[in-house]
């Protein structure tokens, strides 16, 4: 995965957050600043995802995981598929009408 | 001729899961993307997950095709607007035209609503599950194991309202 360079400023009380990180798992802080804007951006696309805004493969490719990961990431998180009544009917006919034996 | 389904890669891993894919593959056509392949058993190899390797035995055994997915204007037109998939379930609706197939199977909900709006056929995997018991592929035990598999992936209300149709046909 590749990588650019970004200016940014960043509030000083996040800055205290990076502090900690870097003595708790023992990084640097450039390394700790990108590890928490990564578990943000996890929780945005995993959110996301959960609303139906986006998909399984599109959610995979945001974060750079596979299509199993994110599955196994929504059930460690609780997410879980929600049907529309409209897709529930449509689902339905369509399976009455198709799988015939 | 035999039905034409269409799977992607959310309903390909759930429905290995609840240990029904094999029973549907053998009964009713059904095919991948080269995409979803990649997607589903590709890197599900590379990292590991035993649904992978379930899913390309299936393969192997030719008792679920892969194919290339190939274009369409008619898709490229339809999905020109949405920025909510990805390239799997774009190659899934690739597929799904080109070969003239008659529904797609799928839990996603993102996808669902670009199918929806479309009128594109497809189906859920709860109704797989219950459609097959109906159609004695499965047994009622099988059904509910399977729902009890897939559980965990599903909402609690579609989750009871499965249990309770299989229920109803176990006891009368």
């Given at each position: 995965?590749?990588?650019?360079?970004?200016?940014?400023?960043?509030?000083?009380?996040?800055?205290?957050?990076?502090?900690?990180?870097?003595?708790?798992?023992?990084?640097?802080?450039?390394?700790?600043?990108?590890?928490?804007v990564?578990?943000?951006?996890?929780?945005?696309?995993?959110?996301?995802?959960?609303?139906?805004?986006?998909?399984?493969?599109?959610?995979?490719?945001?974060?750079?995981?596979?299509?199993?990961?994110?599955?196994?990431?929504?059930?460690?998180k609780?997410?879980?598929?929600?049907?529309?009544?409209?897709?529930h009917?449509?689902?339905?006919?369509?399976?009455?009408?198709?799988?015939?034996? | 001729m035999?039905?034409?389904?269409?799977?992607?890669?959310?309903?390909?891993?759930?429905?290995?899961k609840?240990?029904?894919?094999?029973?549907l593959?053998?009964?009713?056509?059904c095919?991948?993307s080269?995409?979803?392949?990649?997607?589903?058993?590709?890197?599900?190899?590379?990292?590991?997950?035993?649904d992978?390797?379930?899913?390309?035995?299936l393969?192997?055994?030719?008792?679920?095709?892969?194919?290339?997915?190939?274009?369409?204007?008619?898709?490229?037109?339809?999905?020109?607007?949405?920025?909510?998939?990805?390239?799997?379930?774009?190659?899934?609706?690739?597929?799904?035209?080109?070969?003239?197939?008659?529904?797609?199977?799928?839990?996603?909900q993102?996808?669902?609503?670009?199918?929806?709006?479309?009128?594109?056929?497809?189906?859920?995997?709860?109704?797989v599950?219950?459609?097959?018991?109906?159609?004695?592929?499965?047994?009622?035990?099988?059904a509910?194991?399977?729902?009890?598999?897939?559980a965990p992936?599903?909402?609690?209300?579609?989750?009871?309202?499965?249990?309770?149709?299989?229920?109803?046909?176990?006891?009368?």
């Open positions: 995965m590749g990588s650019i360079s970004y200016p940014l400023r960043v509030p000083e009380t996040l800055m205290e957050v990076v502090e900690l990180r870097t003595k708790e798992e023992y990084v640097d802080k450039a390394t700790a600043l990108r590890q928490l990564y578990m943000g951006a996890e929780d945005y696309v995993m959110c996301l995802y959960k609303k139906g805004r986006i998909s399984l493969s599109l959610a995979a490719k945001l974060l750079g995981k596979s299509v199993h990961d994110v599955l196994r990431l929504a059930l460690e609780g997410i879980k598929t929600e049907h529309r009544d409209e897709h009917k449509a689902s339905e006919k369509a399976v009455r009408k198709l799988m015939k034996k | 035999m039905t034409k389904f269409v799977l992607d890669s959310d309903c390909l891993i759930k429905l290995t609840s240990q029904i894919l094999k029973k593959v053998e009964n009713f056509n095919i991948i080269e995409k979803v392949y990649d997607e589903c058993v590709v890197e599900g190899k590379k990292r590991f997950y035993e992978a390797s379930q899913i390309d035995d393969v192997i055994s030719k008792k679920l095709g892969v194919r290339k997915a190939g274009r369409n204007v008619n898709v490229r037109k339809m999905i020109g607007e949405i920025n909510t998939l990805g390239s799997g379930e774009i190659s899934t609706l690739f597929l799904f035209f080109n070969t003239k197939a008659d529904a797609v199977i799928s839990d996603d993102a996808f669902l609503d670009v199918l929806y709006k479309n009128s594109i056929s497809f189906i859920v995997p709860v109704d599950i219950i459609r097959l018991t109906e159609l004695r592929v499965i047994t009622v035990k099988e509910l194991e399977g729902l009890e598999r897939l992936y599903i909402r609690e209300k579609d989750y009871l309202r499965a249990k309770k149709l299989l229920e109803v046909k176990k006891y009368g």
